[in-house]
């Protein structure tokens, strides 16, 4: 009898060493270590006053957006009251990067001057924080928790390849422009290419000839 009471007493020391008063996020098949998409505005007031950008001031827009390397993922707002106006002319310097205005502008801070308008590239950066990690050993593992590495490599990769880190938050709306002919080029391309050894194996001569 004593015996028994012994391994019980022993059963529920061992069973309160892995009571977890709390649920653990890790603890199901979806990973913890997931993309995190950050935005960062940068801003630079150009002279407009009426609303037409004074001559140098093209130039150094856009010496402006190669210094930054602006390409596809970021967003350019005009702001300021003489925006509309102006809208034309930073568009002009923003097409020679392949992109469009958007409409409205974050909140920036600072001042505006008055006969200036307010250029803001509005940029998205999707990064897996604190992966790799190893931060926990494998074994034991009383309370089947994932590894803490777990999803770093799958979502890290998926966060660099990832053109537009704003399609990891709301994905991307159907245009409706879609060329059938243009998505099965590539299945056709692979359907109607003859096999490398239909015209069978070529004569080779050890005289050289």
Known sequence: MRSKISLLLLASALGACSYTPHDLPDR??????VPVVERADYSLDVAAPGGTLLPGEEQRLDSWFRNLGVGYGDTIYVDGAYADSARAQVAQVASRYGLLLG?????TQGAMPDSAVRVIVSRTRATVPNCPNWSRDALPNYNNRSMSNFGCAVNSNLAAMIANPEDLIQGRD???LVDPRTGTKAVDIYRDKKPTGAGGLPAVSSKGQ
């Open 174 to 176: 159907a245009s409706g």
């Open 103 to 107: 409409s409205g502008a974050p909140i």
């Open 28 to 33: 199901g098949l979806a990973p913890v270590n």
